[in-house]
T-cell receptor
């Protein structure tokens, strides 16, 4: 088990559904990340929040909408996804500042029908 | 363009063998290099290396960075079946606190 908790672990949804992925950490980290990982590929950065403000948006389609309600929580709202969005979605967190490793949650495996 | 290259892409050895995984990088304003182990779920942090020539060690795993030749190695001695995983290497440049440049990973299989 990791110190970054993601729910749900698995999600199957249709292309017209709206769902949310949740991520929580209690390590006092002030940077939080969403990654997308396809099979046999390294993680791809989607969003970064620093001190609850969106710091990086890696040209992610608007059908993915991040939200950081407080320093411990990170959500990813999903709407009108496409089959190619099926992947493992990983949340990570790190201390702010230089030389701070990112710590990952177990991910949500998302399947779009 | 910044890049990280890992080799080999896959490796099959027997339990008890020693393995060396390689990671070379070309990163503008390089700051640090990280190693992660990924089984079926989360990448698990192993090491962060920032200084050349200083070995980091954790049990049977060790890693070292060569900033002159721009590479790092991850050694695993007396391998066990539980070491089977994908080992990911990632580099961080000065331009961003957050944007890791990932290698493709080395898939390591340990046969009993």
């Amino acid at each position: 088990d990791t110190e970054v908790t993601q729910t749900p672990k698995h999600l199957v949804m249709g292309m017209t559904n709206k769902k949310s992925l949740k991520c929580e950490q209690h390590m006092g980290h002030r940077a939080m990340y969403w990654y997308k990982q396809k099979a046999k590929k390294p993680p791809e950065l989607m969003f970064v929040y620093s001190y609850e403000k969106l710091s990086i948006n890696e040209s992610v389609p608007s059908r993915f909408s991040p939200e950081c309600p407080n320093s411990s929580l990170l959500n990813l709202h999903l709407h009108a996804l496409q089959p190619e969005d099926s992947a493992l979605y990983l949340c990570a967190s790190s201390q702010e500042g230089t030389f701070q490793p990112q710590h990952f949650g177990d991910g949500t495996r998302l399947s779009i029908l | 363009e910044d890049k990280v290259v890992q080799s080999p892409l896959s490796l099959v050895v027997h339990e008890g063998d020693t393995v060396t995984l390689n990671c070379s990088y070309e990163v503008t304003n390089f700051r640090s290099l990280l190693w992660y182990k990924q089984e079926k779920k989360a990448p698990t942090f192993l090491f962060m290396l920032t200084s050349s020539g200083i070995e980091k060690k954790s049990g049977r795993l060790s890693s070292i960075l060569d900033k002159k030749e721009l590479f790092s190695i991850l050694n695993i001695t007396a391998t066990q079946t539980g070491d089977s995983a994908v080992y990911l290497c990632a580099a961080l440049g000065m331009d961003s606190n957050y944007q890791l440049i990932w290698g493709a990973g080395t898939k390591l299989i340990i046969k009993p």
